[in-house]
């Protein structure tokens, strides 16, 4: 599995991005997916996730209504369409997936479910 993440880049407050997130092993279909991000200094921190079988997305409080996963199950891509960003967004974005066992429900938001990770896509929202 070999995660690369991409879109990240400069954008002005309340301006959107789209991330991606490519697996070179075309695993996805078989792996729970998740988003975190990071600010130097800062703690990781859980972005947004979905599991393989649940058609329910999770997110962190401050992005929801604002963020959205997806994935393109043909492409194998997972999304994360960020809109309406503000400056506290700005931060590295990584991807992130578990191995082929499910991540219990209750853990979809602990970076420490997840075995699998890709290289982070800077983000930077200016004011």
């Known amino acids: 599995v070999q995660l690369q993440a991409s879109g990240g880049g400069l954008v002005q407050l309340g301006g959107s991005l789209r991330l991606s997130c490519a697996d070179s092993?075309?695993?996805?279909?078989?792996?729970?997916v998740g988003w975190f991000r990071r600010v130097p200094g800062q703690e990781r921190e859980f972005v947004a996730a979905?599991?393989?079988?649940?058609?329910?997305?999770y997110y962190a409080d401050s992005v929801k209504g604002r963020f959205t996963i997806s994935r393109d199950r043909a492409k194998n891509i997972v999304y994360l369409q960020m809109n309406n960003l503000k400056p506290e967004d700005t931060a590295v974005y990584y991807c992130?997936?578990?191995?082929?066992?499910?991540?219990?429900?209750?853990?979809?938001?602990?970076?420490?479910?997840?075995?699998?990770w890709g290289q982070g896509t800077l983000v930077t929202v200016s004011s």
């Open positions: 992130a997936a578990s191995t082929n066992s499910r991540i219990i429900l209750s853990a979809i938001r602990d970076a420490d479910s997840y075995a699998y």
């Open positions: 092993g075309r695993s996805f279909s078989n792996r729970d």
């Open positions: 979905n599991r393989r079988s649940d058609s329910n997305m």
